[in-house]
């Protein structure tokens, strides 16, 4: 079956517009992760998404940063009024059920705020 | 604080050097630890370690844990061109929410 897929792959946008970033897990994956990885450095966590349960939002850094998803399937990361540090690759990840699972990732949004 | 160290930061081998990367941790209630290959932008399952002392191995690479002194290594033997990459370790662990903490990584590179 397919992996995980993201869109788009590369995203340019100017400073204090609004970006939506795709996220499609693997079929049957009911945990789906968010990272953020800054050039040159380690992955960030941004959010959790298990089954319906309550997301844990614990890592995004600031209130611009919000996620759905519908269900097991599809998410959406939004930035609302980006600024220049919210460049960088935004990862996601999905896993068969929790942590305890391997997660697999996707190949990543590489987004550039002008 | 939760914190998940990695070193070297960066290494520079020749094709056929074993290389020993490095991964210790400060977490509240360990549950497990990952270690990641990453070549572009996706990072790629190595291996999962919850138990000390066994090792973990797939070809030229290997991982074990040590929960009593909280670090893990990854091993890779005769290395190649293809390892060149970075790699990533990560603990799960349960304080403060379920999390799974990166390490910044350590860039390898092989060179001929």
């Known amino acids: 079956g397919a992996g995980v897929s993201q869109s788009p792959s590369n995203k340019v946008t100017e400073k204090g517009k609004d970006v939506e970033l795709r996220c499609d897990p693997i079929?049957?994956?009911?945990?789906l992760y968010w990272y953020r990885q800054r050039l040159g450095q380690g992955l960030e966590f941004l959010i959790y998404?298990?089954?319906?349960?309550?997301?844990?939002k614990s890592g995004l850094p600031s209130d611009r940063f919000s996620a759905e998803r519908t269900g097991e399937s599809v998410s959406t990361l939004t930035i609302q009024r980006t600024q220049q540090e919210d460049s960088a690759v935004y990862l996601c990840?999905?896993?068969?059920?929790?942590?305890?699972?391997?997660?697999?990732f996707g190949p990543g949004t590489r987004l550039t705020v002008t | 604080e939760d914190k998940v160290v990695q070193s070297p930061l960066s290494l520079v081998v020749h094709e056929g050097d074993t290389v020993t990367l490095n991964c210790s941790y400060e977490?509240?209630?360990?549950?497990?630890l990952l270690w990641y290959k990453q070549e572009k932008k996706a990072p790629t399952f190595l291996f999962m370690l919850?138990?000390?002392?066994i090792e973990k191995k797939s070809g030229r690479l290997s991982s074990i844990l040590d929960k009593k002194e909280l670090f893990s290594i990854l091993n890779i033997t005769a290395t190649q061109t293809g390892d060149s990459a970075i790699y990533l370790c990560?603990?799960?662990?349960?304080?403060?929410?379920?999390?799974?903490?990166f390490g910044t990584g350590t860039q390898l590179k092989v060179e001929l």
């Open positions: 919850t138990s000390s002392g």
């Open positions: 977490v509240t209630n360990f549950r497990s």
């Open positions: 998404f298990q089954g319906n349960s309550a997301p844990d």
């Open positions: 990840a999905s896993s068969l059920r929790d942590h305890s699972y391997e997660q697999y």
């Open positions: 079929s049957g994956h009911t945990a």
């Open positions: 990560a603990v799960f662990f349960t304080g403060g929410g379920n999390k799974l903490t």
